[in-house]
């Protein structure tokens, strides 16, 4: 199949809904004893976003060093609060096995993917929305704008994440790493 021939489908990020309409419907108090999917990890990471109580004594800023947050883990699903600058990249990832939702509270997020067929994506996903994705998805995340922050959730829960770079002879490695590491950008 020509790259001419290539079929481009929309990214998660340009999927993205209001937190309004996916909030409420699935709460930490009333989670299934069983892993999430893609849309009910929308609803969950939507329904914290709109609890500020539950998060908010968790943000700060850090040009160099990305502040983050565990809110909730349990043997299902695991919450991040994230706190970006546009200084904060994620560099090139997945989230190996898990699926995954991300919730703008404030500010605005920028997703970036690649494409064979036509190089790379961004997608700025601003303070009102949230989308979801499989854990086929590579990605890479920044603050488009200063102070922006977002709820992250992950079912299963992250152990593993697969960071990526370009190496010397221009192949494309992946890095395995702990979930508890910060994402960076990796030479």
Same mark, same amino acid.
């Given at each position: ?8 489908? +929309?990214?998660?990020?340009?999927? +993205? ?18 892993? *999430? ?10 329904? &914290? ?59 605005? *997020? ?6 064979? +067929? ?8 601003? +303070? ?20 922006? &922050? ?32 910060? *994402?960076?950008?990796?030479?």
């Amino acid at each position: 199949m020509a790259a001419s021939e290539l079929t481009i489908t +929309a990214v998660p990020a340009e999927q +993205a809904i209001d937190i309004a309409t996916a909030a409420g419907r699935l709460t930490l108090a009333d989670l299934p004893d069983r892993d *999430l999917d893609p849309d009910e990890l929308a609803q969950l990471a939507a329904s &914290i976003a709109a609890d500020p109580a539950a998060w908010d004594h968790h943000v700060g800023f850090d040009d160099d060093d990305r502040v983050y947050a565990s809110v909730h883990r349990d043997a299902h699903v695991d919450v991040w609060l994230l706190c970006w600058t546009p200084e904060n990249d994620t560099g090139w990832h997945d989230h190996d096995s898990s699926s995954g939702a991300v919730a703008v509270v404030a500010g605005e *997020l920028a997703e970036n993917n690649l494409t064979l +067929a036509t190089g790379g994506v961004e997608t700025r996903i601003p +303070a009102g929305k949230v989308f979801s994705f499989g854990p086929d998805h590579i990605h890479r995340l920044n603050g488009a704008e200063r102070g922006s &922050i977002s709820v992250h959730v992950y079912s299963p829960p992250l152990w593993r994440m697969g960071q990526y770079a370009v190496g010397d002879n221009g192949v494309l490695r992946r890095v395995s790493m702990s979930y508890a590491e910060e *994402l960076r950008p990796i030479e």
